[in-house]
Nanobody
Framework: QVQLVESGGGLVQPGGSLRLSCTASGFALDLYTIGWFRQAPGKERQGLACINATESRTYLTDSVKGRFIISRDNAKNTVDLQMSMLKPEDTAVYFC???????????????WGQGTQVTVSS
């Protein structure tokens, strides 16, 4: 079972920035469509962003447009989520996951990893 690994979370003040990374060993991430999700305590998992494999076209949910950027770093074999202007409501565990090539759904073969905790608080 192939799993992605998230990193880069932490504690940040409101208005601050964090860069999350999603990586995997043994294969090139640029061949796959990857999405970022988050789950806050007591809430359902929310899709945030997706970058597709063939064109690196990106999609962002409305609540993070203008604040979050999803991108690939092929040299590092990562898919990153650059987050800025963070708000307390961004506090959640953040996950990356394999997606359908059109970013329409989570890939059937995908499994959720541990995620990385992001806490936005003063």
């Amino acid at each position: 079972q192939v799993q992605l690994v998230e990193s880069g979370g932490g504690l940040v003040q409101p208005g601050g920035s964090l860069r999350l990374s999603c990586t995997a060993s043994g294969f090139a991430l640029d061949l796959y469509t990857i999405g970022w999700f988050r789950q806050a305590p007591g809430k359902e998992r929310q899709g945030l962003a997706c970058i597709n494999a063939t064109e690196s076209r990106t999609y962002l949910t409305d609540s993070v447009k203008g604040r979050f950027i999803i991108s690939r770093d092929n040299a590092k074999n990562t898919v990153d989520l650059q987050m800025s202007m963070l708000k307390p409501e961004d506090t959640a565990v953040y996950f990356c996951i394999f997606m359908h090539r059109l970013c329409s759904s989570v890939a059937k073969f995908a499994s959720w990893g541990q995620g990385t905790q992001v806490t936005v608080s003063s």
